[in-house]
């Protein structure tokens, strides 16, 4: 059985002050929804939890019924930290459930296709993420004034989500990072942590997650198929 875990209890704190970002819309729906429907509509996931903050639950049981989202899902509060939400999410999993895909509430264009990629390499390796070779030539700097060094891009990657695992290894990870008193805002840092190696599955789309004002334009225009 595969499973996704939608983080949505974070504060978005660079959207500005008193900004759910969630809940802003876009292409008619609220960022949420259009993540949200990616999943309830994936034949291959058969089960949603949606992390969120606590007092925030009949917000998403309204939102679900007023898009007619059928898939079933339980509503779970959020920790203090990332981490401690996705924590909270695994506790919540079906006890059948073998497979579990890790997405951003915030990134809403995510391709069906690049999730089912993820689960087949997670299956195989144990852990999986999708992730974009870096374009652009990236510096390194001390004081955040004046560039230390130039490093390879060849050799670097910007990951995204989902991030996708067999379920005991990412259980594992995270109870290792909580007993060290680590605070991870990666869940494939987990992994690194305990020695799992972690499939690189390439993104060939945009996979834009909502951070900034200006990024929402862009979003739109990924939503309508611009």
Avoid: Y
Wanted: charge should be positive; proline fraction near 5%; include cysteine.
């Amino acid at each position: 059985m595969v499973s996704a875990i939608i983080v949505a209890a974070g504060k978005g704190t660079r959207m500005g002050p008193s900004v759910d970002k969630l809940w802003l819309e876009v292409a008619g729906r609220p960022v949420i929804a259009h993540t949200w429907k990616i999943f309830n509509d994936l034949s291959a996931v058969e089960e949603i939890i949606l992390v969120v903050r606590d007092g925030m639950q009949s917000h998403f049981s309204e939102l679900a019924a007023h898009c007619g989202f059928k898939k079933p899902f339980r509503l779970v509060a959020g920790g203090a930290e990332r981490q401690d939400s996705v924590w909270n999410g695994l506790t919540a999993l079906s006890p059948v459930a073998e497979i579990v895909s890790i997405q951003d509430a915030a990134r809403p264009c995510t391709a069906a296709d690049l999730i089912l990629e993820t689960i087949a390499a997670a299956r195989e390796t144990g852990a999986a993420v999708a992730a974009q070779p870096m374009a652009d030539t990236i510096k390194e700097t001390v004081d955040g004034k004046i560039i230390s060094r130039t490093l390879d891009r060849s050799k670097l990657w910007s990951v995204q989500t989902p991030q996708t695992f067999r379920i005991d290894v990412i259980r594992r990870a995270i109870a290792a990072a909580r007993q060290q008193k680590l605070l991870l805002t990666d869940d494939t840092a987990a992994c690194e942590l305990i020695g799992q190696p972690v499939r690189l599955v390439k993104s060939l789309q945009p996979n834009p997650k909502v951070t900034v004002p200006g990024d929402l334009p862009f979003i739109e225009s990924r939503l309508r198929g611009a």
